[in-house]
């Protein structure tokens, strides 16, 4: 049997703002990690709607090569280091797989995720 345990902040902002700023703050650090070729390259960020779920899709690839050990480039093969993410993000859901070029998309064990409880807590 496996314990379980939930921590909750309350925050004083809105579940509305908190999602515009859980999107400015991914942005902002994919934009500070990205440069000279390395870092996050976005190819695909547009909404989607399937099932009556609308959200945010993104297919984003994570160029990793000037964040390993040098030993690890050299034994890596050529694309090894590139790591193709594909997200859906229908806030508070998301889902999120990631793979390599030729692999198939593999999800987290949760697959679908909460992250952040959809009841306003401004204040209690």
Not at 33 to 46: A, C, H, K
Request: aromatic share 10%; glycine share 10%; net charge positive.
């Amino acid at each position: 049997m496996v314990l379980l345990k939930e921590y909750r902040v309350i925050l004083p902002v809105s579940v509305d703002e908190y999602q515009v700023g859980q999107l400015y703050s991914v942005a902002e650090a994919s934009k500070n990690e990205t440069g000279g070729g390395e870092g996050v390259e976005v190819l695909v960020n547009e909404p989607y709607e399937k099932d009556g779920e609308k959200g945010q899709y993104t297919h984003k690839i994570y160029h990793l090569q000037s964040k390993v050990p040098t030993f690890v480039r050299m034994l890596a093969p050529e694309g090894a280091l590139n790591i193709h993410e594909k997200a859906w993000n229908a806030y508070p859901y998301c889902r999120t797989g990631k793979c390599r070029p030729g692999q198939k998309l593999e999800f987290g064990p949760q697959g679908r995720q909460r992250v952040w409880s959809s009841r306003p807590q401004r204040g209690q």
